[in-house]
């Protein structure tokens, strides 16, 4: 099964690609060469910081493109999916017990990020609210625990 991802999670990673290709590899490469001007490379912490460097970018580049490519990228404003719970909605709950409200945007592994309220469509709150509607009442097993969240408003912006 091909990995989803939206098609604003796309959008970012192929930016995040093309700075690390154009902006971030080229800066390494100066700087390592830099750091071998400098004599001795056994002693030269600049230049093995800098191979470290070029060992993450150069990582990264790998994953961002064989993730790219292997990705079902959807259109979430294509689904017609109502007011109901599917890959790509936004959804605002309420916590049951204190009404305290929350929004997420379920979306694929690869996108998600829990500070942009970016949930992973494998995460414990996407699978317990995948399935149902607005309205409908949700029971979350995560490590901390089980809580209740009442499902207030689904939709699909972009």
């Not at 080229?26 to 001007?37: G, K, L, S, T």
Request: net charge negative; hydrophobic share 40%.
């Amino acid at each position: 099964m091909r990995p989803p991802l939206t098609m604003q999670g796309a959008q970012r990673l192929r930016a995040e690609l093309d700075q690390l290709k154009s902006v971030q590899r080229p800066a390494v490469i100066h700087a390592i060469a830099e750091a071998r001007a400098h004599g001795d490379l056994k002693e030269n912490a600049e230049y093995h910081a800098a191979r470290d460097q070029q060992s993450f970018i150069e990582g990264r580049i790998k994953q961002l493109e064989s993730e790219l490519s292997h990705a079902q990228v959807i259109d979430i404003r294509a689904l017609n999916a109502g007011k109901k719970v599917v890959f790509g909605a936004t959804v605002v709950l309420a916590d049951a017990d204190t009404a305290e409200e929350k929004r997420y945007q379920i979306v694929g592994d690869l996108e998600a990020d829990i500070k942009l309220g970016l949930i992973a469509i494998s995460s414990p709150v996407a699978r317990a609210l995948i399935g149902k509607h607005e309205g409908d009442t949700a029971t979350i097993e995560a490590p901390a625990g089980i809580s209740e969240y009442d499902i207030v408003s689904v939709s699909y912006d972009a």
